[in-house]
């Protein structure tokens, strides 16, 4: 048996090599991140509206796949694939995977409220909210001490922030001193994940490139929705993170209005929405863009950016990367359209009609 090992010890080496470096690749971890295409996911699976109506179309986020500091076998692999992207991590965030998932949660969760509140708004419908605070969605790994994901800071330094430009303004023209501390009030849960008010001291640990104190985080206006009329239901999201708010916002309008603006259409899109019902700019458009077509997407909404009143597609990051997406692909037959705001998209699908009908 020994010698039999001997004479095929090489043989077995080689064999072996490939099957060893697939399981140790599978350990180690890169500094990169990989997107890839995903699905589409119906609004109204998540999202519902107490009205009764019948929708001809369909209204969809677009969910993409990802891996944040990916092993190196997934690193490798999506290398060879044009369909996936291969970025380097951010440097200055490095959540744990507990971290990123209640990050994500929390995004996801504000997008639908601030999607309800924007719906309701331009569809002219009863909502009631109250403004609880600034919302901690992200922290980096030199953040402030005293302060976590999740936390809702309601007052700092004794002054209520009452909106979201309150807590920047005081925070923004402040020098760093070292070691210097300030109060904040926070809305902070408990084990039983029921929310108690707490006062923290907040340290930065540096100061920014304009010399004030750097608190390394990203924050969000959190609202409670106290009443709708029409109601709605919310039920359980497969996705996480900000982007479906557009089209969240855009069905929800469909569904509390008198006409359908779906058409037969299936509408795709992706953007953050704010409670005013301004898009905004978000990654992975070009795995979304491809998602879009590959499902058979009729349009495919993008956000862009006003410059001195008027879209710059130039400008838009968004847009120029969803451009280049859909001019590589083969044969594509969804629009592509770019938006500021839920108004826009809402006025495109109304004019859509028109320009079918003539």
Do not use: C
Not at 62 to 73: A, E, I, N, P
Not at 280 to 307: C, M, N, W
């Amino acid at each position: 048996m020994k010698t039999l090992l001997k004479e095929y010890r090489k043989l077995l080496l080689i064999i072996a090599l490939p099957y060893l470096f697939i399981v140790v690749a599978s350990i180690i971890r890169v500094d990169y991140d990989i997107t890839a295409p995903g699905d589409l996911n119906e609004v109204r699976e998540v999202i519902s509206v107490e009205t009764d109506y019948q929708q001809k179309g369909s209204i969809n986020t677009v969910s993409v796949y990802t891996s944040d500091r990916t092993t190196l076998l997934t690193y490798l692999i999506s290398l060879l694939n044009p369909k996936m992207e291969v970025e380097e991590s951010l440097p200055f965030i490095h959540l744990s995977g507990k971290e990123n998932y209640r990050s994500g949660t929390i995004q996801k969760n504000v997008s639908i409220t601030n999607s309800l509140i924007a719906a309701y708004r331009s569809a002219g419908k009863e909502i009631k909210t109250v403004f609880e605070g600034m919302i901690i969605h992200t922290t980096t790994i030199d953040k402030a001490d005293g302060l976590f994901i999740g936390d809702i800071i309601t007052e700092w330094e004794g002054t209520p922030i009452t909106d979201g430009n309150t807590l920047s303004n005081l925070i923004g023209n402040m020098p760093y001193i070292a070691g210097k501390s300030y109060q904040a009030t926070v809305l902070r849960l408990n084990n039983d994940e029921q929310y108690e008010k707490k006062t923290v001291s907040v340290t930065p640990k540096r100061a920014n490139g304009d010399g004030n104190p750097y608190f390394g985080l990203y924050l969000y206006e959190y609202y409670t929705i106290m009443e709708a009329n029409p109601g709605y239901t919310l039920h359980k999201a497969r996705t996480l993170g900000p982007s479906g708010g557009l089209m969240q916002a855009l069905s929800i309008y469909n569904a509390i209005t008198d006409i359908d603006i779906t058409y037969g259409l299936r509408i795709a899109g992706t953007g953050t929405i704010d409670s005013h019902g301004f898009v905004g700019t978000i990654g992975g458009v070009r795995q979304k863009v491809i998602t879009a077509h590959l499902s058979g997407a009729d349009v495919f909404f993008v956000p862009v950016y006003r410059e001195n009143g008027v879209i710059n597609l130039d400008e838009s990051p968004n847009y120029v990367e969803a451009k280049a997406a859909y001019d590589a692909l083969r044969n594509p037959k969804m629009q592509l359209v770019p938006v500021e705001t839920l108004d826009e998209a809402i006025n495109w699908l109304v004019n859509y009609e028109k320009t079918q009908n003539h």
